[in-house]
């Protein structure tokens, strides 16, 4: 625990498994609404590019539509090992998560996926033949939030800075879906 958790009058270390875990998770992703999906490092541009979070499914697998041919799907297809990182707001909450992903080519699901936006990447629109899923199967993540948002963190972290004291709202903690 560092000297600052450790300053804190308030428990603000919570680590989340199970089902705790995967609404955690999927409450923050489907804020965030996008992360930075990082592959293994093959390509040009290191394996991390923007991607959309298009379902969290009630196992808190992460969805997502790709180009058979881009680079992401080389890298998968080379090593499966993923990370997410994920900002929903300035100021939090954060995350962070490490699984697998897998490609497929399921119909059923790209269907569920699909919305009109996306035919400016797939042209041929929804059946164009390029399109992909991934599915990510979280493994462990470490998430970072307020606990009474972002108000009300911002207005301890003021009174704290008058007083002299850690008045921290935050939590933070481990998950393990």
Sequence with gaps: MSSINQQQAEHNVS??????????????????HTCFFCTAPLGPDGGERPMTVLD??????????SASDSQQNQEIAANPQVKLFFQAAQHGPF??????????????????LWRFP????FTGGQDDPRITVLQVAPTQ?????N?????VAGVKILIGAVLGETLDDSIEGKLRP
Aim: glycine letters at 8%; zero cysteines.
């Design 56 to 65: 969290v499914d009630a196992q808190g697998n992460l969805w997502f539509l």
């Design 141 to 145: 993540g470490y998430y970072w939030d």
């Design 118 to 121: 996306h035919k400016t990447w």
């Design 95 to 112: 995350m962070v998560l490490q699984g697998r992903a897998s490609i497929s080519r399921d119909r059923a699901r790209i269907e569920q």
């Design 147 to 151: 606990k009474h948002g972002s108000a």
């Design 15 to 32: 680590h989340l498994a199970g089902q705790a875990a995967i609404d955690k998770l999927a409450a923050l992703a489907r804020d965030a």
